[in-house]
C-alpha cells in the first residue's frame, strides 16, 4: 500500500462511478481494473489479519475495511444488475436488440452477457406457461385502448407471422394490426403506432 492513499479509496471510486452512472442516466463501462484493484487490496488485508495474533486497533481497522470493501463491490454490481434488468424490460425483452448494440455490448463484462442471456431464458421458461393469455414483456406504461393498431413501418423487418397471416413490413407502409402480434417490433423501433 502507498502512503498517499487510504484503505477502502478504491471502493469509494467504485461507488462514486454507480452514483454517476445513476445522476447521468446511463451504463458505464464496466471497470475491470478497478474491481481487480480492490480484490487485491481485499486480499492483502486478509493477509494482515490472517499473520497477527492479538487483536489491536488496526486489526479492527483492517477487518472493517473488508467488511465495506466487500459491501461496495456488491452495491456496484447490484447496480449494473439492476440497469441491466431495466434496459432488458424497456426493449420489450428483446435480448438480440440488447447485445447487437455495440455501444451497449462493449460497456458490459462477459459474466453481464451471460447474466443476460440467463435472465432472458428464466422470463421465457415462466411467461411459456401462459404466453397465450398475457404478454408480461409488453409496456405496462401506456396500456393498449384498442386491440388493433395502425402502425407506420420505420425500419425493415422482413416478413413476421401473425394470428391473422404473413404479414411483409417494408420501410414507409402501414398496417392496421392486432397489437398483441407487433408489440414487440414497437418497442424495438421497427415500427411506429400512428
Known amino acids: 500500500m502507498t502512503d498517499t492513499r487510504q484503505f477502502g479509496d478504491l471502493a469509494t471510486q467504485l461507488i462514486v462511478e454507480s452514483r454517476r452512472s445513476t ?3 446511463t451504463l458505464l463501462k464496466y471497470n475491470d481494473n478497478l474491481v481487480r484493484s480492490i480484490i487485491r487490496e481485499q486480499r492483502d ?3 494482515m489479519t490472517e499473520t497477527s495474533q492479538n487483536v ?4 479492527l481497522i483492517y ?3 473488508i467488511v465495506r470493501n466487500k459491501r461496495c463491490l456488491l452495491a456496484y454490481h447490484k447496480h449494473r444488475l439492476d440497469r441491466l434488468r431495466d434496459m432488458y424490460w424497456t ?3 428483446a435480448l438480440p436488440h440488447i447485445l447487437s448494440n455495440q455501444d451497449i455490448r462493449g460497456k458490459l463484462s462477459p459474466h ?3 447474466f443476460l442471456r440467463q435472465y432472458s431464458t428464466s422470463v421465457m421458461d415462466y411467461r411459456a406457461g401462459f404466453s397465450n393469455e398475457l404478454d408480461i414483456t409488453a409496456s405496462i406504461t401506456h396500456p393498449p385502448k384498442d ?7 420505420i425500419r425493415d423487418c422482413g416478413i413476421i407471422q401473425t394470428e391473422l397471416g404473413t404479414i411483409d413490413f417494408q420501410k414507409g407502409q402501414r398496417f392496421m394490426v392486432r397489437r398483441a402480434d407487433i408489440e414487440h417490433l414497437i418497442v424495438q423501433g421497427y415500427l411506429e403506432e400512428v
Not at 489491536?56 to 486489526?59: D, G, L
Open 23 to 25: 445522476l447521468t442516466d
Open 45 to 47: 488485508l486478509e493477509k
Open 56 to 59: 489491536t486497533p488496526a486489526m
Open 63 to 65: 477487518q472493517t475495511t
Open 91 to 93: 426493449s420489450g425483452g
Open 112 to 114: 453481464e452477457v451471460d
Open 147 to 153: 386491440l388493433h393498431v395502425l402502425v407506420h413501418v
